[in-house]
């Protein structure tokens, strides 16, 4: 078993690059289904997500190059399969992004039902719901879900009960196929939906609207493969943000549009953390004290929840109390369980955390319970007494590239190691 260790107290310094986003790079990867032919996108992420969206593409009948480190040339004309099984989205939930595509190059798609994950039921409810206003049919056969479109798809109005990312590119990867028009009100606005909007519509789809809460779709009879860029990942870059935060050095992070953190940016300032915008970077250091500041998670561009834990790890240390309410997934909170055993002050309340300020973690044995929580326990590791050991860390090797390397290139007292299960310090 692999676990990250830390050595608390080293300050961090530098530059650091951050890859291109993960929750962008799976949809269009998922996306290039839809134009036959050789498609290459750059600034992928190396990470374990995008390994298995690369499997999910293999079995489909792809055959993928991998060009460099980053860019990956995708050959779909030879997709002749459209069933995606349980094995690979059993290991990542968003392999549930080929269902638009399929259907709109195919008119059919079998995909299987993604069971409960760590950060709540995460149903797909609204994807189905969605895409049966456009014709498609389904029924749930032994955990399969079956799709078909038996009269083709036909664009009409759906309108979201909650601005899902995953409904929204699900909806848009398939009624760019669809006949005439379809429009999606309550749309997801996270940059991720105007990258994918953006790669279909350079694939020659008619999409206006990505980014609000009303997105048009035009149907049209035929897409053309494409060079893509991924958009840079603002996760990524919010996490080393948190990170400069906690240890007040200063980090420069870069290969991100600071206007994709736009909220996270402004209550890391209110919480007394400086930060200076560039072109595509920041600046990020600390002087004074941490201030508590309460925080919701909402879609974009609210507070993103995938920043949640980061920055719960920030207020953890906060001058005083605070309130964090997560909106988007029920069961988000598990990292607080293991912050505490760091020292931290937390109380969850359903989806509420009421978080009063201590003065330092102290380092300790704790579980990565997903992603980010697992990211916010490295970061907490850096400015605690002691030795911090994390495990569990296959949740961040599914979206962090090379991130132990990162840290160390900042100076960071950390490293890898593989130590025997039941003996982890
Ligand atoms: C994506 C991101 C994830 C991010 C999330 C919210 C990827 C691979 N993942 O996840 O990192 O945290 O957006 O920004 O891009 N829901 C339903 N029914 C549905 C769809 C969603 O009830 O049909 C619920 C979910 O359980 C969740 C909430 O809606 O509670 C938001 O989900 P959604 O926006 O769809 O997130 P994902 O696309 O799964």
Known sequence: MDVIRIEGGHHVSGVVKVEGAKNSALKLMAATILAPGVNTLTNVPN???????????????????????????IDTSTVTSWVTPYQLVAQ????????????????????????????????IDMHILGLQALGVEFDLDHGDINATAPRGLRGDTVTLDFASVGATENLMMASVRAKGVTTIYNAAREPEIVDLANLLNEMGAKIGGAGSPVIEIEGVDELHPVTHEVVGDRIEAGTFIAMAGITGDPVEVRGFEPIHLGLVLRKYEQMGITIERERRAVRVWREGPLSSVDIQTLPFPGFPTDMQAQTMCLLALGSG????????????????????????????????AIVHGVSGFSGAEV?????????????????????????DIYHIDRGYERFVEKL???????ERTSVPDANVL
């Open 321 to 352: 109390s605070c309130i964090v309410t997560e909106n988007v997934f029920e069961n988000r909170f598990m990292f607080a369980s293991e912050l505490q055993r760091m020292g931290a002050d937390i109380r969850i309340e359903g989806h509420h």
């Open 408 to 414: 160390q290139a900042l100076g960071a007292h950390v």
């Open 367 to 391: 579980k990565s319970p997903d992603l980010r929580g697992g990211a916010a326990l490295v970061m907490a590791g850096l400015v605690a007494d002691g030795t911090t050991v994390v495990s």
């Open 92 to 123: 990542m939930r968003a392999s549930t992004a080929v269902l638009g595509p399929l259907l709109g190059r195919f008119g059919k798609a079998t995909v299987a039902m993604p069971g409960g994950c760590n950060i709540g039921a995460r149903k």
């Open 47 to 73: 990470i374990a997500d995008v390994h298995v969206m690369g499997k999910v593409l293999k079995r489909l009948g792809a055959q993928i190059e991998v060009v460099d480190e980053h860019t990956l040339s």
